[in-house]
């Protein structure tokens, strides 16, 4: 059974760093893409930017490009979301999603990661 | 691209059709996916490749379009599928897209 299982919630201050993460399960996971969505509080989905875990390829959407970075291990099949210094306009649910081969649609998504960024 | 949805809100009554239309501001091909997403849950693929459900998709979910003009049609609703459902362009790598949003909702 393909799973993905992302780490728990998170509160942080603004300015400070953070690493979440996806771990798959069931399936070869260097060989799919990994993709990450943002969800902001009561709006619709991102798409933030994608990971190939064989070789560590990793494309930005325009709209996140510098602004995150995404990364992956594939000895332990665990893919990561960062920042360097979070802001309150990064508080939202971050998915990760394994996508469907070489189409860009998602068919397994993890439970996702809820980031509140407060001071 | 941009994705936009339509109707914001749909209210049908249990058994009936509900129709949800995505347009894209250029051609995406075929390269277009539905999700559902219920209440306090990750999304749910339903359709890829704008008319292929996915697996375990029950068939009164159907998918039709191509290029710049999609729908998502449920023929007989059931009160479960109360949920917000999404429109994703996969045409042009990196930077899918999805549109709004539209709200399902059970008269």
């Known amino acids: 059974e393909v799973q993905l299982v992302q780490s728990g919630a998170e509160v942080k201050k603004p300015g400070e760093s953070l690493k979440i993460s996806c771990k798959g399960s069931?399936?070869?996971?260097?060989?799919?893409?990994i993709g990450w969505v943002r969800q902001m509080p009561g709006k619709g989905l991102e798409w933030m930017g994608s990971?190939?875990?064989?070789?560590?390829?990793?494309r930005y959407s325009p709209s996140f490009q510098g602004q995150v970075s995404i990364s992956a291990d594939r000895s332990i099949a665990t893919a990561y979301l960062q920042w360097s210094s979070l802001k309150a306009s990064d508080t939202a649910m971050y998915y990760c999603?394994?996508?469907?081969?070489?189409?860009?649609?998602?068919?397994?998504w993890g439970q996702g990661n809820l980031v509140t960024v407060s001071s | 691209i941009v994705m936009t949805q339509s109707p914001a809100t749909l209210s049908v009554s249990p058994g009936e059709r509900a129709t949800l239309s995505c347009r894209a501001s250029?051609?995406?091909?075929?390269?277009l996916a539905w999700y559902q997403q219920k209440p306090g849950q990750a999304p749910r693929l339903l359709i890829y490749?704008?008319?292929t459900r996915a697996t375990g998709i029950p068939a009164r979910f159907a998918g039709s379009g191509s290029g710049t003009e999609f729908t998502l049609t449920i023929s007989s609703l059931q009160s479960e599928d109360l949920a917000v459902y999404y429109c994703?362009?996969?045409?042009?790598?990196?930077?899918?897209?999805f549109g709004q949003g539209a709200k399902l909702e059970i008269k």
């Open positions: 990971i190939y875990p064989d070789d560590s390829d990793t």
């Open positions: 999603g394994r996508r469907g081969g070489s189409d860009g649609f998602i068919d397994y």
């Open positions: 069931g399936y070869n996971f260097g060989g799919y893409w």
């Open positions: 994703q362009q996969y045409n042009t790598w990196p930077a899918y897209t």
């Open positions: 490749g704008a008319s």
């Open positions: 250029q051609s995406v091909s075929s390269n």
